[in-house]
């Protein structure tokens, strides 16, 4: 069964950039991989979405211009580099795998498969 691996998070100032990694166990090819987060008294978020191939990403609105998706199938390995972070972006962060709809950048809730055991970013002075 495919499981996923986070590493990164942890505490930065305002402003500043950190980067999350989601590692498989297995092959990544087959999966969209998304984002998402939970701030501690409210519900959990979609954070950015991207397709098995790469091809196709989405973002919240929220972070959009200063988060980017990637992956490298070759190392089964999803990304999100988090410019710009904001007091705001402080959650635990979780990636998650969507076998079923891999060819979009949906990541529908429905559909994810396998989680991440989560990662705290913290963003403070």
């Known amino acids: 069964q495919l499981q996923l691996v986070q590493s990164g998070g942890g505490l930065v100032q305002p402003g500043g950039s950190l980067r999350l990694s989601c590692e498989a166990s297995?092959?990544?090819?087959?999966?969209?991989i998304g984002w998402f987060r939970q701030a501690p008294g409210k519900e959990r978020e979609g954070v950015s979405c991207?397709?098995?191939?790469?091809?196709?990403?989405k973002y919240a609105d929220s972070v959009k211009g200063r988060f980017t998706i990637s992956r490298d199938n070759a190392k089964n390995t999803v990304y999100l580099q988090m410019n710009s972070l904001k007091p705001e972006d402080t959650a635990v962060y979780y990636c998650?795998?969507?076998?079923?709809?891999?060819?979009?950048?949906?990541?529908?809730?429905?559909?994810?498969?396998?989680w991440g055991q989560g990662t705290l970013v913290t963003v403070s002075s």
């Open positions: 998650a795998a969507d076998g079923i709809t891999a060819g979009s950048a949906d990541c529908p809730n429905r559909y994810l498969e396998r």
């Open positions: 297995g092959f990544l090819d087959y999966y969209a």
């Open positions: 991207i397709s098995s191939s790469g091809a196709r990403v």
